[in-house]
């Protein structure tokens, strides 16, 4: 089967005749409905990575491993049964929720994705399905729910990360090689469906479920019931959003099955990279990038500057280049032990909430511009609800001319600073669908935004060069 596969997906796409799926794409095309436009107006959101692993943060045993702070456990090659002691120890005194939310609402976020259960199998929830859960640590208290409450009273939607690798339990497989593995696996899919549907029924305002750590075998040699999860998670949240990263087709083809057909409602590939800023293929769907501050630390690591750390300008550029091209953001933030979200991370937030309180109709409801070439000084962004275009700028060329290319039979009708909307700047049409837009002669301390009023127009002055 493998060779004929390896024969098949050498063949161009369009020259494969479609090959029959069980367990592929279960539809084309984005989804429409109301949670799905609501996920997608989101745009920003808060990934927030805590579990054991805050504890040793990176340290263990007086050594410093600068590998992610949250894979600990199998960079110091450290036992089960060390590793699970650290449940006795769990107890974030500090932890409250409500700052955490009204940080996470100064910020700009929309949407909240907090992992209940990462590798290390310990479950921030009271789960009747495994006793390595919160409610058998010092804090006893029931996490996810208290952030659920805090996060939707101040308008953000939570979706919950759920890793379906699990180093704490005795049924994980990466591998089915044996009746055996086969036999414990199965039992391993039972305690993930459980769980999961545990999840979905006792957090009713759950808007989406983020799977992660399903690139082993045993996940590709069950591509079944990476569908029997997504049908169940929308049979008991209907609406419920999923990424591709849970899906695996009858072939072990993840994200995108056999046929080439995106699976789940969006791609979850981009993990802290993005797509080249031309890269106009991902605008054909729904997709979301999620972004470390560091350079590799979901969980929280004891030494912040262990390896290079983002500006808040250099994140909110990111954001503005997902945003350009049809994408969410999601910014990582890993909590201490303590349940205090560090300083570094508390003043990024700041200052990419200050830029989102002006600059955000440049952000929500924001997509991708078609017809609007991408310029090196910054994105263009399009709002399907105030149908504005907004120039975000992050270059301003020595010249202080922004130069623009429009689509054709559209003309630029008006510019003016979103941060100060009396700020008239002056447009040159100098030739066919070439604009000058000539900045105001003052000091842009931080990346800023043109709102940019757009008109059809068919006038033509200008005659094409014959060649
Ligand atoms: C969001 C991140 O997701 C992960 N891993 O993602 C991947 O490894 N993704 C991946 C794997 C293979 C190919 C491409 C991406 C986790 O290991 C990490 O701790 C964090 O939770």
Redesign the pocket.
Known sequence: MICSLLGFLSLPAQNREKKQLKYGAQYKGKREDAAMQKWRSNRFGQFI?WGLYAIPGGEWKGKTYPY?A??LKSSAHISNATWDSLSYKFNPVKFDPKAWAKMAKNMGVKYMTITTK??EGFSLWPSKYSEFNVANTPYKKDIIGALVKAYNSEGIDVNFYYSVLDWHHPDWRYDIQSKEDSIAFSRYLNFAQNQLRELAENYPTVKGFWF?GT?DKSIKKNGWWTLKIEKMLKEIRPGVVVNSRLRADDFGSRHFDSNGDMMGDYES?Y?RRLPSPTDTQVIHRDWEA?MTIPENQ?GYHKKWDISYTKTPFELIEMLAQTTSLGGNFLLNFGPQADGMIRTEEQQIAETIGNWMKINHPAIYNGGYAKGWQRQDWGYFTQNEKDKKLYAIVFNIPISGILKIQTPEGVSIGKASLLENTNSKITIKEIAKRQINLYLPKQSFPAPFVIVLDTANENKNNYIDAKT
């Open positions: 990575h992610a949250e894979f990462h590798h992660d690139w590939g993990e999620c979901w």
